[in-house]
């Protein structure tokens, strides 16, 4: 069965702090993984991830893939308050139409 | 904003009770996917079409079934509705079959 596993599930930090959220996944045919925030509704795209070792950076976040040891990370520098969110990582299979997600990890930035 | 909308935002309903949910994708995006997302379940696919056409399945109860209309946006139908079917659901899409864009969702509560 497919599997996406994210930790920690959940995480608190000073502003300011670096974070790092894991993704790790054993599907049967790997595409592609997404990275996705979600804060009160709608999951919002972040990155998306295809080949290993090509860092993703977007501001102050970023992500690499590592497709040999079958993880990912996404790192957030000088993190802010408005960072707090739930952080979703999907892996999309080759073929497949769906992705599968983990279970998230739940950041909190306290001022 | 992802560009995907959905309709109702909110919806209470009884159990037993058959309700509609419905999707607008991004223009140009013939792909849409229906997702629930619940608690205890993380979010979970539920069905993709593609251009009107049912593309691929996922853990969609008999008691629900979805539609694409010829100007692409999409309908879930759930019907028999237990306590258990509570949950938020989400509609995304794309253009092609890589990135997804999540709509808003509809938050759904079975009293």
């Known amino acids: 069965e497919d599997k996406v596993v994210q930790s920690p599930l959940s995480l608190v930090v000073h502003e300011g702090d670096t974070v790092t959220l894991n993704c790790s996944y054993e599907?049967?045919?790997?595409?592609?993984l997404l990275w996705y925030k979600q804060e009160k509704k709608a999951p919002t795209f972040l990155f998306m991830l295809?080949?290993?070792?090509i860092e993703k950076k977007s501001g102050r976040l970023s992500s690499i893939l590592d497709k040999k040891e079958l993880f990912s990370i996404l790192n957030i520098t000088a993190t802010q308050t408005g960072d707090s969110a739930v952080y979703l990582c999907?892996?999309?299979?080759?073929?497949?139409?769906?992705?599968?997600f983990g279970q998230g990890t739940r950041l909190t930035i306290n001022p | 904003d992802s560009g995907v909308t959905q309709t109702p935002k909110h919806l209470i309903t009884a159990t037993g009770q058959r309700v509609t949910l419905r999707c607008s994708p991004r223009?140009?995006?013939?792909?849409v996917y229906w997702y629930q997302q619940s608690l205890d379940q993380g979010l979970q696919f539920l069905i993709q079409?593609?251009?009107?056409?049912?593309?691929a399945k996922g853990n969609i109860l008999e008691r629900f079934s979805a539609q694409q209309f010829p100007d692409l946006h999409s309908e879930l139908n759930l019907s028999s509705l237990e306590l258990g079917d509570s949950a938020l659901y989400f509609c995304?899409?794309?253009?092609?079959?890589?990135?997804?864009?999540f709509g808003p969702g509809t938050r759904l509560l079975v009293l």
């Open positions: 295809t080949s290993s070792g």
């Open positions: 999907a892996v999309r299979i080759q073929g497949a139409q769906k992705l599968v």
């Open positions: 079409y593609y251009n009107g056409e049912e593309r």
């Open positions: 599907v049967t045919n790997f595409r592609s």
């Open positions: 223009s140009g995006d013939l792909s």
């Open positions: 995304a899409s794309s253009v092609g079959e890589e990135t997804q864009y």
